[in-house]
């Protein structure tokens, strides 16, 4: 099982720039593939961007396609994703987790539970 730790998240204002950071413990995370997912208050979590585990493909939603940028970094065992151009309405609790299907999160057994998460607070 591989666990994950989120950073980088802050109150910034629309149009500013965010980098959230997650750092992922067991050999086994340049074997999945990884997703960015978020949760705004009051709403259900939603899928914001994946990365292939051979840093090959990417897939991003709607909503922040163009804006966000994803990474990894398998031989640190790091995801990033780069948030420009941000609106009020990407405040949110940001999560990262492996995927499938390059925009759903594994379930239990191979992904036990989330992270902590970061929290994104963009205001207008």
């Known amino acids: 099982q591989v666990q994950f730790v989120e950073s980088g998240g802050g109150l910034v204002q629309a149009g500013d720039s965010l980098r959230l950071s997650c750092a992922a413990s067991?050999?086994?995370?340049?074997?999945?593939?990884m997703g960015w997912f978020r949760q705004a208050p009051g709403k259900e979590r939603e899928f914001v961007a994946a990365?292939?585990?051979?840093?090959?493909?990417?897939n991003y939603a709607d909503s922040v396609k163009g804006r966000f940028t994803i990474a990894r970094d398998n031989a640190k065992n790091t995801l990033s994703l780069q948030m420009n151009s941000l609106k009020p309405e990407d405040t949110a609790v940001y999560y990262c987790?492996?995927?499938?299907?390059?925009?759903?999160?594994?379930?239990?057994?191979?992904?036990?539970?989330w992270g902590p998460g970061t929290q994104v607070t963009v205001s207008s």
């Open positions: 067991g050999r086994a995370f340049s074997y999945y593939n």
């Open positions: 987790a492996p995927v499938r299907e390059m925009a759903r999160p594994l379930t239990p057994p191979e992904f036990p539970s």
């Open positions: 990365i292939t585990w051979s840093v090959r493909g990417t």
